[in-house]
């Protein structure tokens, strides 16, 4: 027969595990940059405290559109809480780093990406899937080396204003990065590991971006071979243009991708996924983003409406007061 000693020894470890295992399972989700602006880490604060509970609706917004946020205001009588740019055409940057402005003023979230045509190839969608050799990039003086650090430095410069305007954005560079359509992503993952580190270091340590949060973001199939590390993203999430299915074969490896618990992100998609279907499937997206022009049109407006006014989605009006209740 075990002592009274004994049992009592027993209990207290048992006890001092599950303590152990508490502290351990509520310890913080700190952003990747220590230094982080204190409009970043209360933004990346409001997406944890609705990690899992809540899903923010996303549109993509171009100039050459068909107008989207007027579109689905007229569709559905709200906004989206996340617009969507893209430095895609440099005479437009300028212009798109004033929506984001706009858009966090009015109390919404902005979203940045880049289809970042090849360096020493040119700009523009069909330059970012030219292919070039990904080595040069990183050849002292070669024309893809030279292209290369100028579009940073030329990016940096733009991200600056948003950080002087005290403007967080959800950084998504090399989107669809485990694709084999752009540029960065046509020789495998150690080249497009080589390129996120490079431009995470540039932007956070030598141009002091604190302003940013980096969003990764795969194609349908996550794959952690092409993970940076936990070092240099804050937010994981892929992308698939199907069904309005919840993608949970998407949307569990991606979680599986990080040691910590973060927002995944469904970055594009052609139709919104279904609340009701993402509740009870446990699917939980931290976002979608729907795709701009023809993709948006097409969704069947009385759909669109009801996602929209679904009490799982956070529209523009829902967002609340991000600085005021999570700034610290």
């Known amino acids: 027969m075990l002592s009274k000693k004994y049992i009592t020894l027993l209990v207290v470890v048992y006890l001092l595990s599950l303590l152990s295992t508490s502290v351990i399972a509520q310890q913080p989700v700190n952003l990747s940059n220590k230094k982080a602006s204190k409009e970043a880490k209360a933004l990346f604060s409001y997406l944890l405290a609705i990690n899992g509970k809540k899903t923010l609706s ?31 055409d440099s005479v437009e940057n300028d212009n798109e780093i004033a929506h984001a402005i706009e858009w966090w003023r009015k109390g919404g979230i902005p979203t940045i990406m880049w289809h970042w045509g090849a360096p020493a190839i040119g700009q523009g969608y069909d330059n970012s899937k030219k292919e070039i050799d990904i080595a040069k990039c990183f050849e002292v003086g070669t024309p893809e080396n030279l292209a290369m650090w100028a579009e940073l430095r030329d990016k940096a410069r733009l991200l600056k204003k948003l950080k002087d305007a005290k403007v967080p954005v959800l950084w998504r560079p090399f989107h669809e990065m485990n694709g084999t359509w752009f540029w960065w992503s046509k020789q495998g993952p150690e080249p497009l590991k080589k390129l996120w580190i490079t431009m995470y270091n540039y932007f956070v340590k030598q141009e002091k971006l604190n302003n940013l949060i980096w969003v990764f973001c795969y194609t349908s199939k996550p794959d952690i071979a092409w993970y940076p590390g936990d070092a240099y993203v804050d937010i994981v999430g892929a992308d698939d243009y199907g069904d309005d299915s919840p993608h949970a074969a998407m949307y569990n490896p991606a979680k599986q991708i990080s040691n910590r618990n973060i927002p995944i992100a469904y970055h594009e998609c052609g139709i919104p996924p279904d609340p009701d279907k993402c509740i009870a499937e446990g699917v939980i997206w931290s ?42």
């Open 58 to 88: 996303g549109q993509m917004d171009v100039k050459w559109g068909d107008g989207e946020l007027k579109y689905i205001q007229d569709v559905t009588g709200k906004q989206p809480a996340i617009r969507g740019m893209d430095f895609i």
């Open 287 to 328: 976002w979608w983003m729907e795709w701009h022009t023809g993709h948006l049109t097409s969704v069947d407006k009385e759909y669109l409406k009801r996602v929209y006014n679904h009490d799982l989605i956070i529209t523009l009006d829902e967002v609340p007061d991000i600085i005021k209740k999570y700034g610290k």
